[in-house]
């Protein structure tokens, strides 16, 4: 893959964040629109592909953890909110510390339950996948569920069953439920006979989706990142 060769020639241990979705199109998940700017200048010309409203986040390879530094903008709504929200973000503390590498720009993923899919390679058993609810389920409640590579079906779905939080996904207290089809879809994608894991097996040490918008009908990868081996 053209894309994990460019990183290592770059010297990177980590795709940058476009570079990753690339790879998640490539195996059919679903990520938004988006275009990559090097400064407000571009802005304008960069955007026009593009439907409002956008995201903006900073592209650092010194900078893991986007929100954290104050670098990711939601719901941004014409040229203008997003050259002064990179402006603006230019000169928080952490961004202006950090080597930035540009920005980027993508359409907003339609409303859903946030979710985290991801893999790992463990020195016995090789490829694995895993999922769970997003936010403090993950963090907190550390309600995952992770399977050997490669995965069926079944597998995915039961998966998915055996969240805590599986209640959540059909609709519980007047949610919209998610679509359990498009979830298991992705996990597929990652962890199945032909997945990213497996077909990546000795390139990839990692993989994070986080979150995966699950709305009614689609699942949409909004954050990606990939650690080489
Ligand atoms: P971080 O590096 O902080 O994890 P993310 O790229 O995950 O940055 O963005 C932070 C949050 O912003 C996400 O968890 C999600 O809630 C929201 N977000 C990011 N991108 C999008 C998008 N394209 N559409 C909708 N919400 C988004
Ligand atoms: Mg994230």
């Given amino acids: 893959m053209n894309l994990i060769n460019e990183a290592r020639q770059q010297g990177r241990a980590a795709l940058d964040e476009a570079a990753g979705k ?4 490539h195996y059919g998940v679903d990520v938004p629109r988006t275009v990559v700017v090097k400064d407000a200048a571009e802005v304008a010309a960069a955007m026009k592909p593009l439907k409002l409203p956008v995201v903006v986040k900073v592209i650092s390879p010194d900078i893991l953890h986007k929100s954290d530094a104050g670098g990711v903008r939601v719901n941004l709504k014409s040229v203008k909110e997003v050259s002064d929200a990179i402006a603006a973000m230019s000169v928080l ?3 202006g ?8 720009i993508e359409e907003m993923a339609p409303a859903g ?10 020195p016995q058993f090789g490829p694995l996948v895993m ?6 389920f993950v963090e907190v409640l550390a309600d995952v569920a992770f399977r050997i590579c490669p995965i069926t079906r079944l597998d995915a779905e039961e998966m998915i069953d055996e969240l805590k939080g599986a209640a959540i996904l059909k609709g519980a207290r007047g ?9 298991v879809e992705v996990l597929l994608k990652i962890g199945g006979e032909n997945g990213l894991m497996m077909r990546h097996a000795q ?9 995966l918008i699950v709305s009614e009908t689609a699942a949409v990868a909004v954050d990606a990142r990939f650690i080489l081996t």
């Fill in 22 to 25: 690339a790879l998640l199109a």
């Fill in 93 to 95: 503390p952490k961004i």
């Fill in 97 to 104: 510390a950090a080597h930035v590498d540009g920005w980027l």
């Fill in 113 to 122: 339950q946030e979710m985290v899919v991801g893999g790992l390679r463990d």
């Fill in 131 to 136: 999922c769970g609810l997003g936010g403090i």
């Fill in 175 to 183: 949610r919209k439920p998610a679509s359990r089809e498009a979830i």
């Fill in 203 to 211: 390139d990839i040490a990692e993989a994070d989706i986080n979150p």
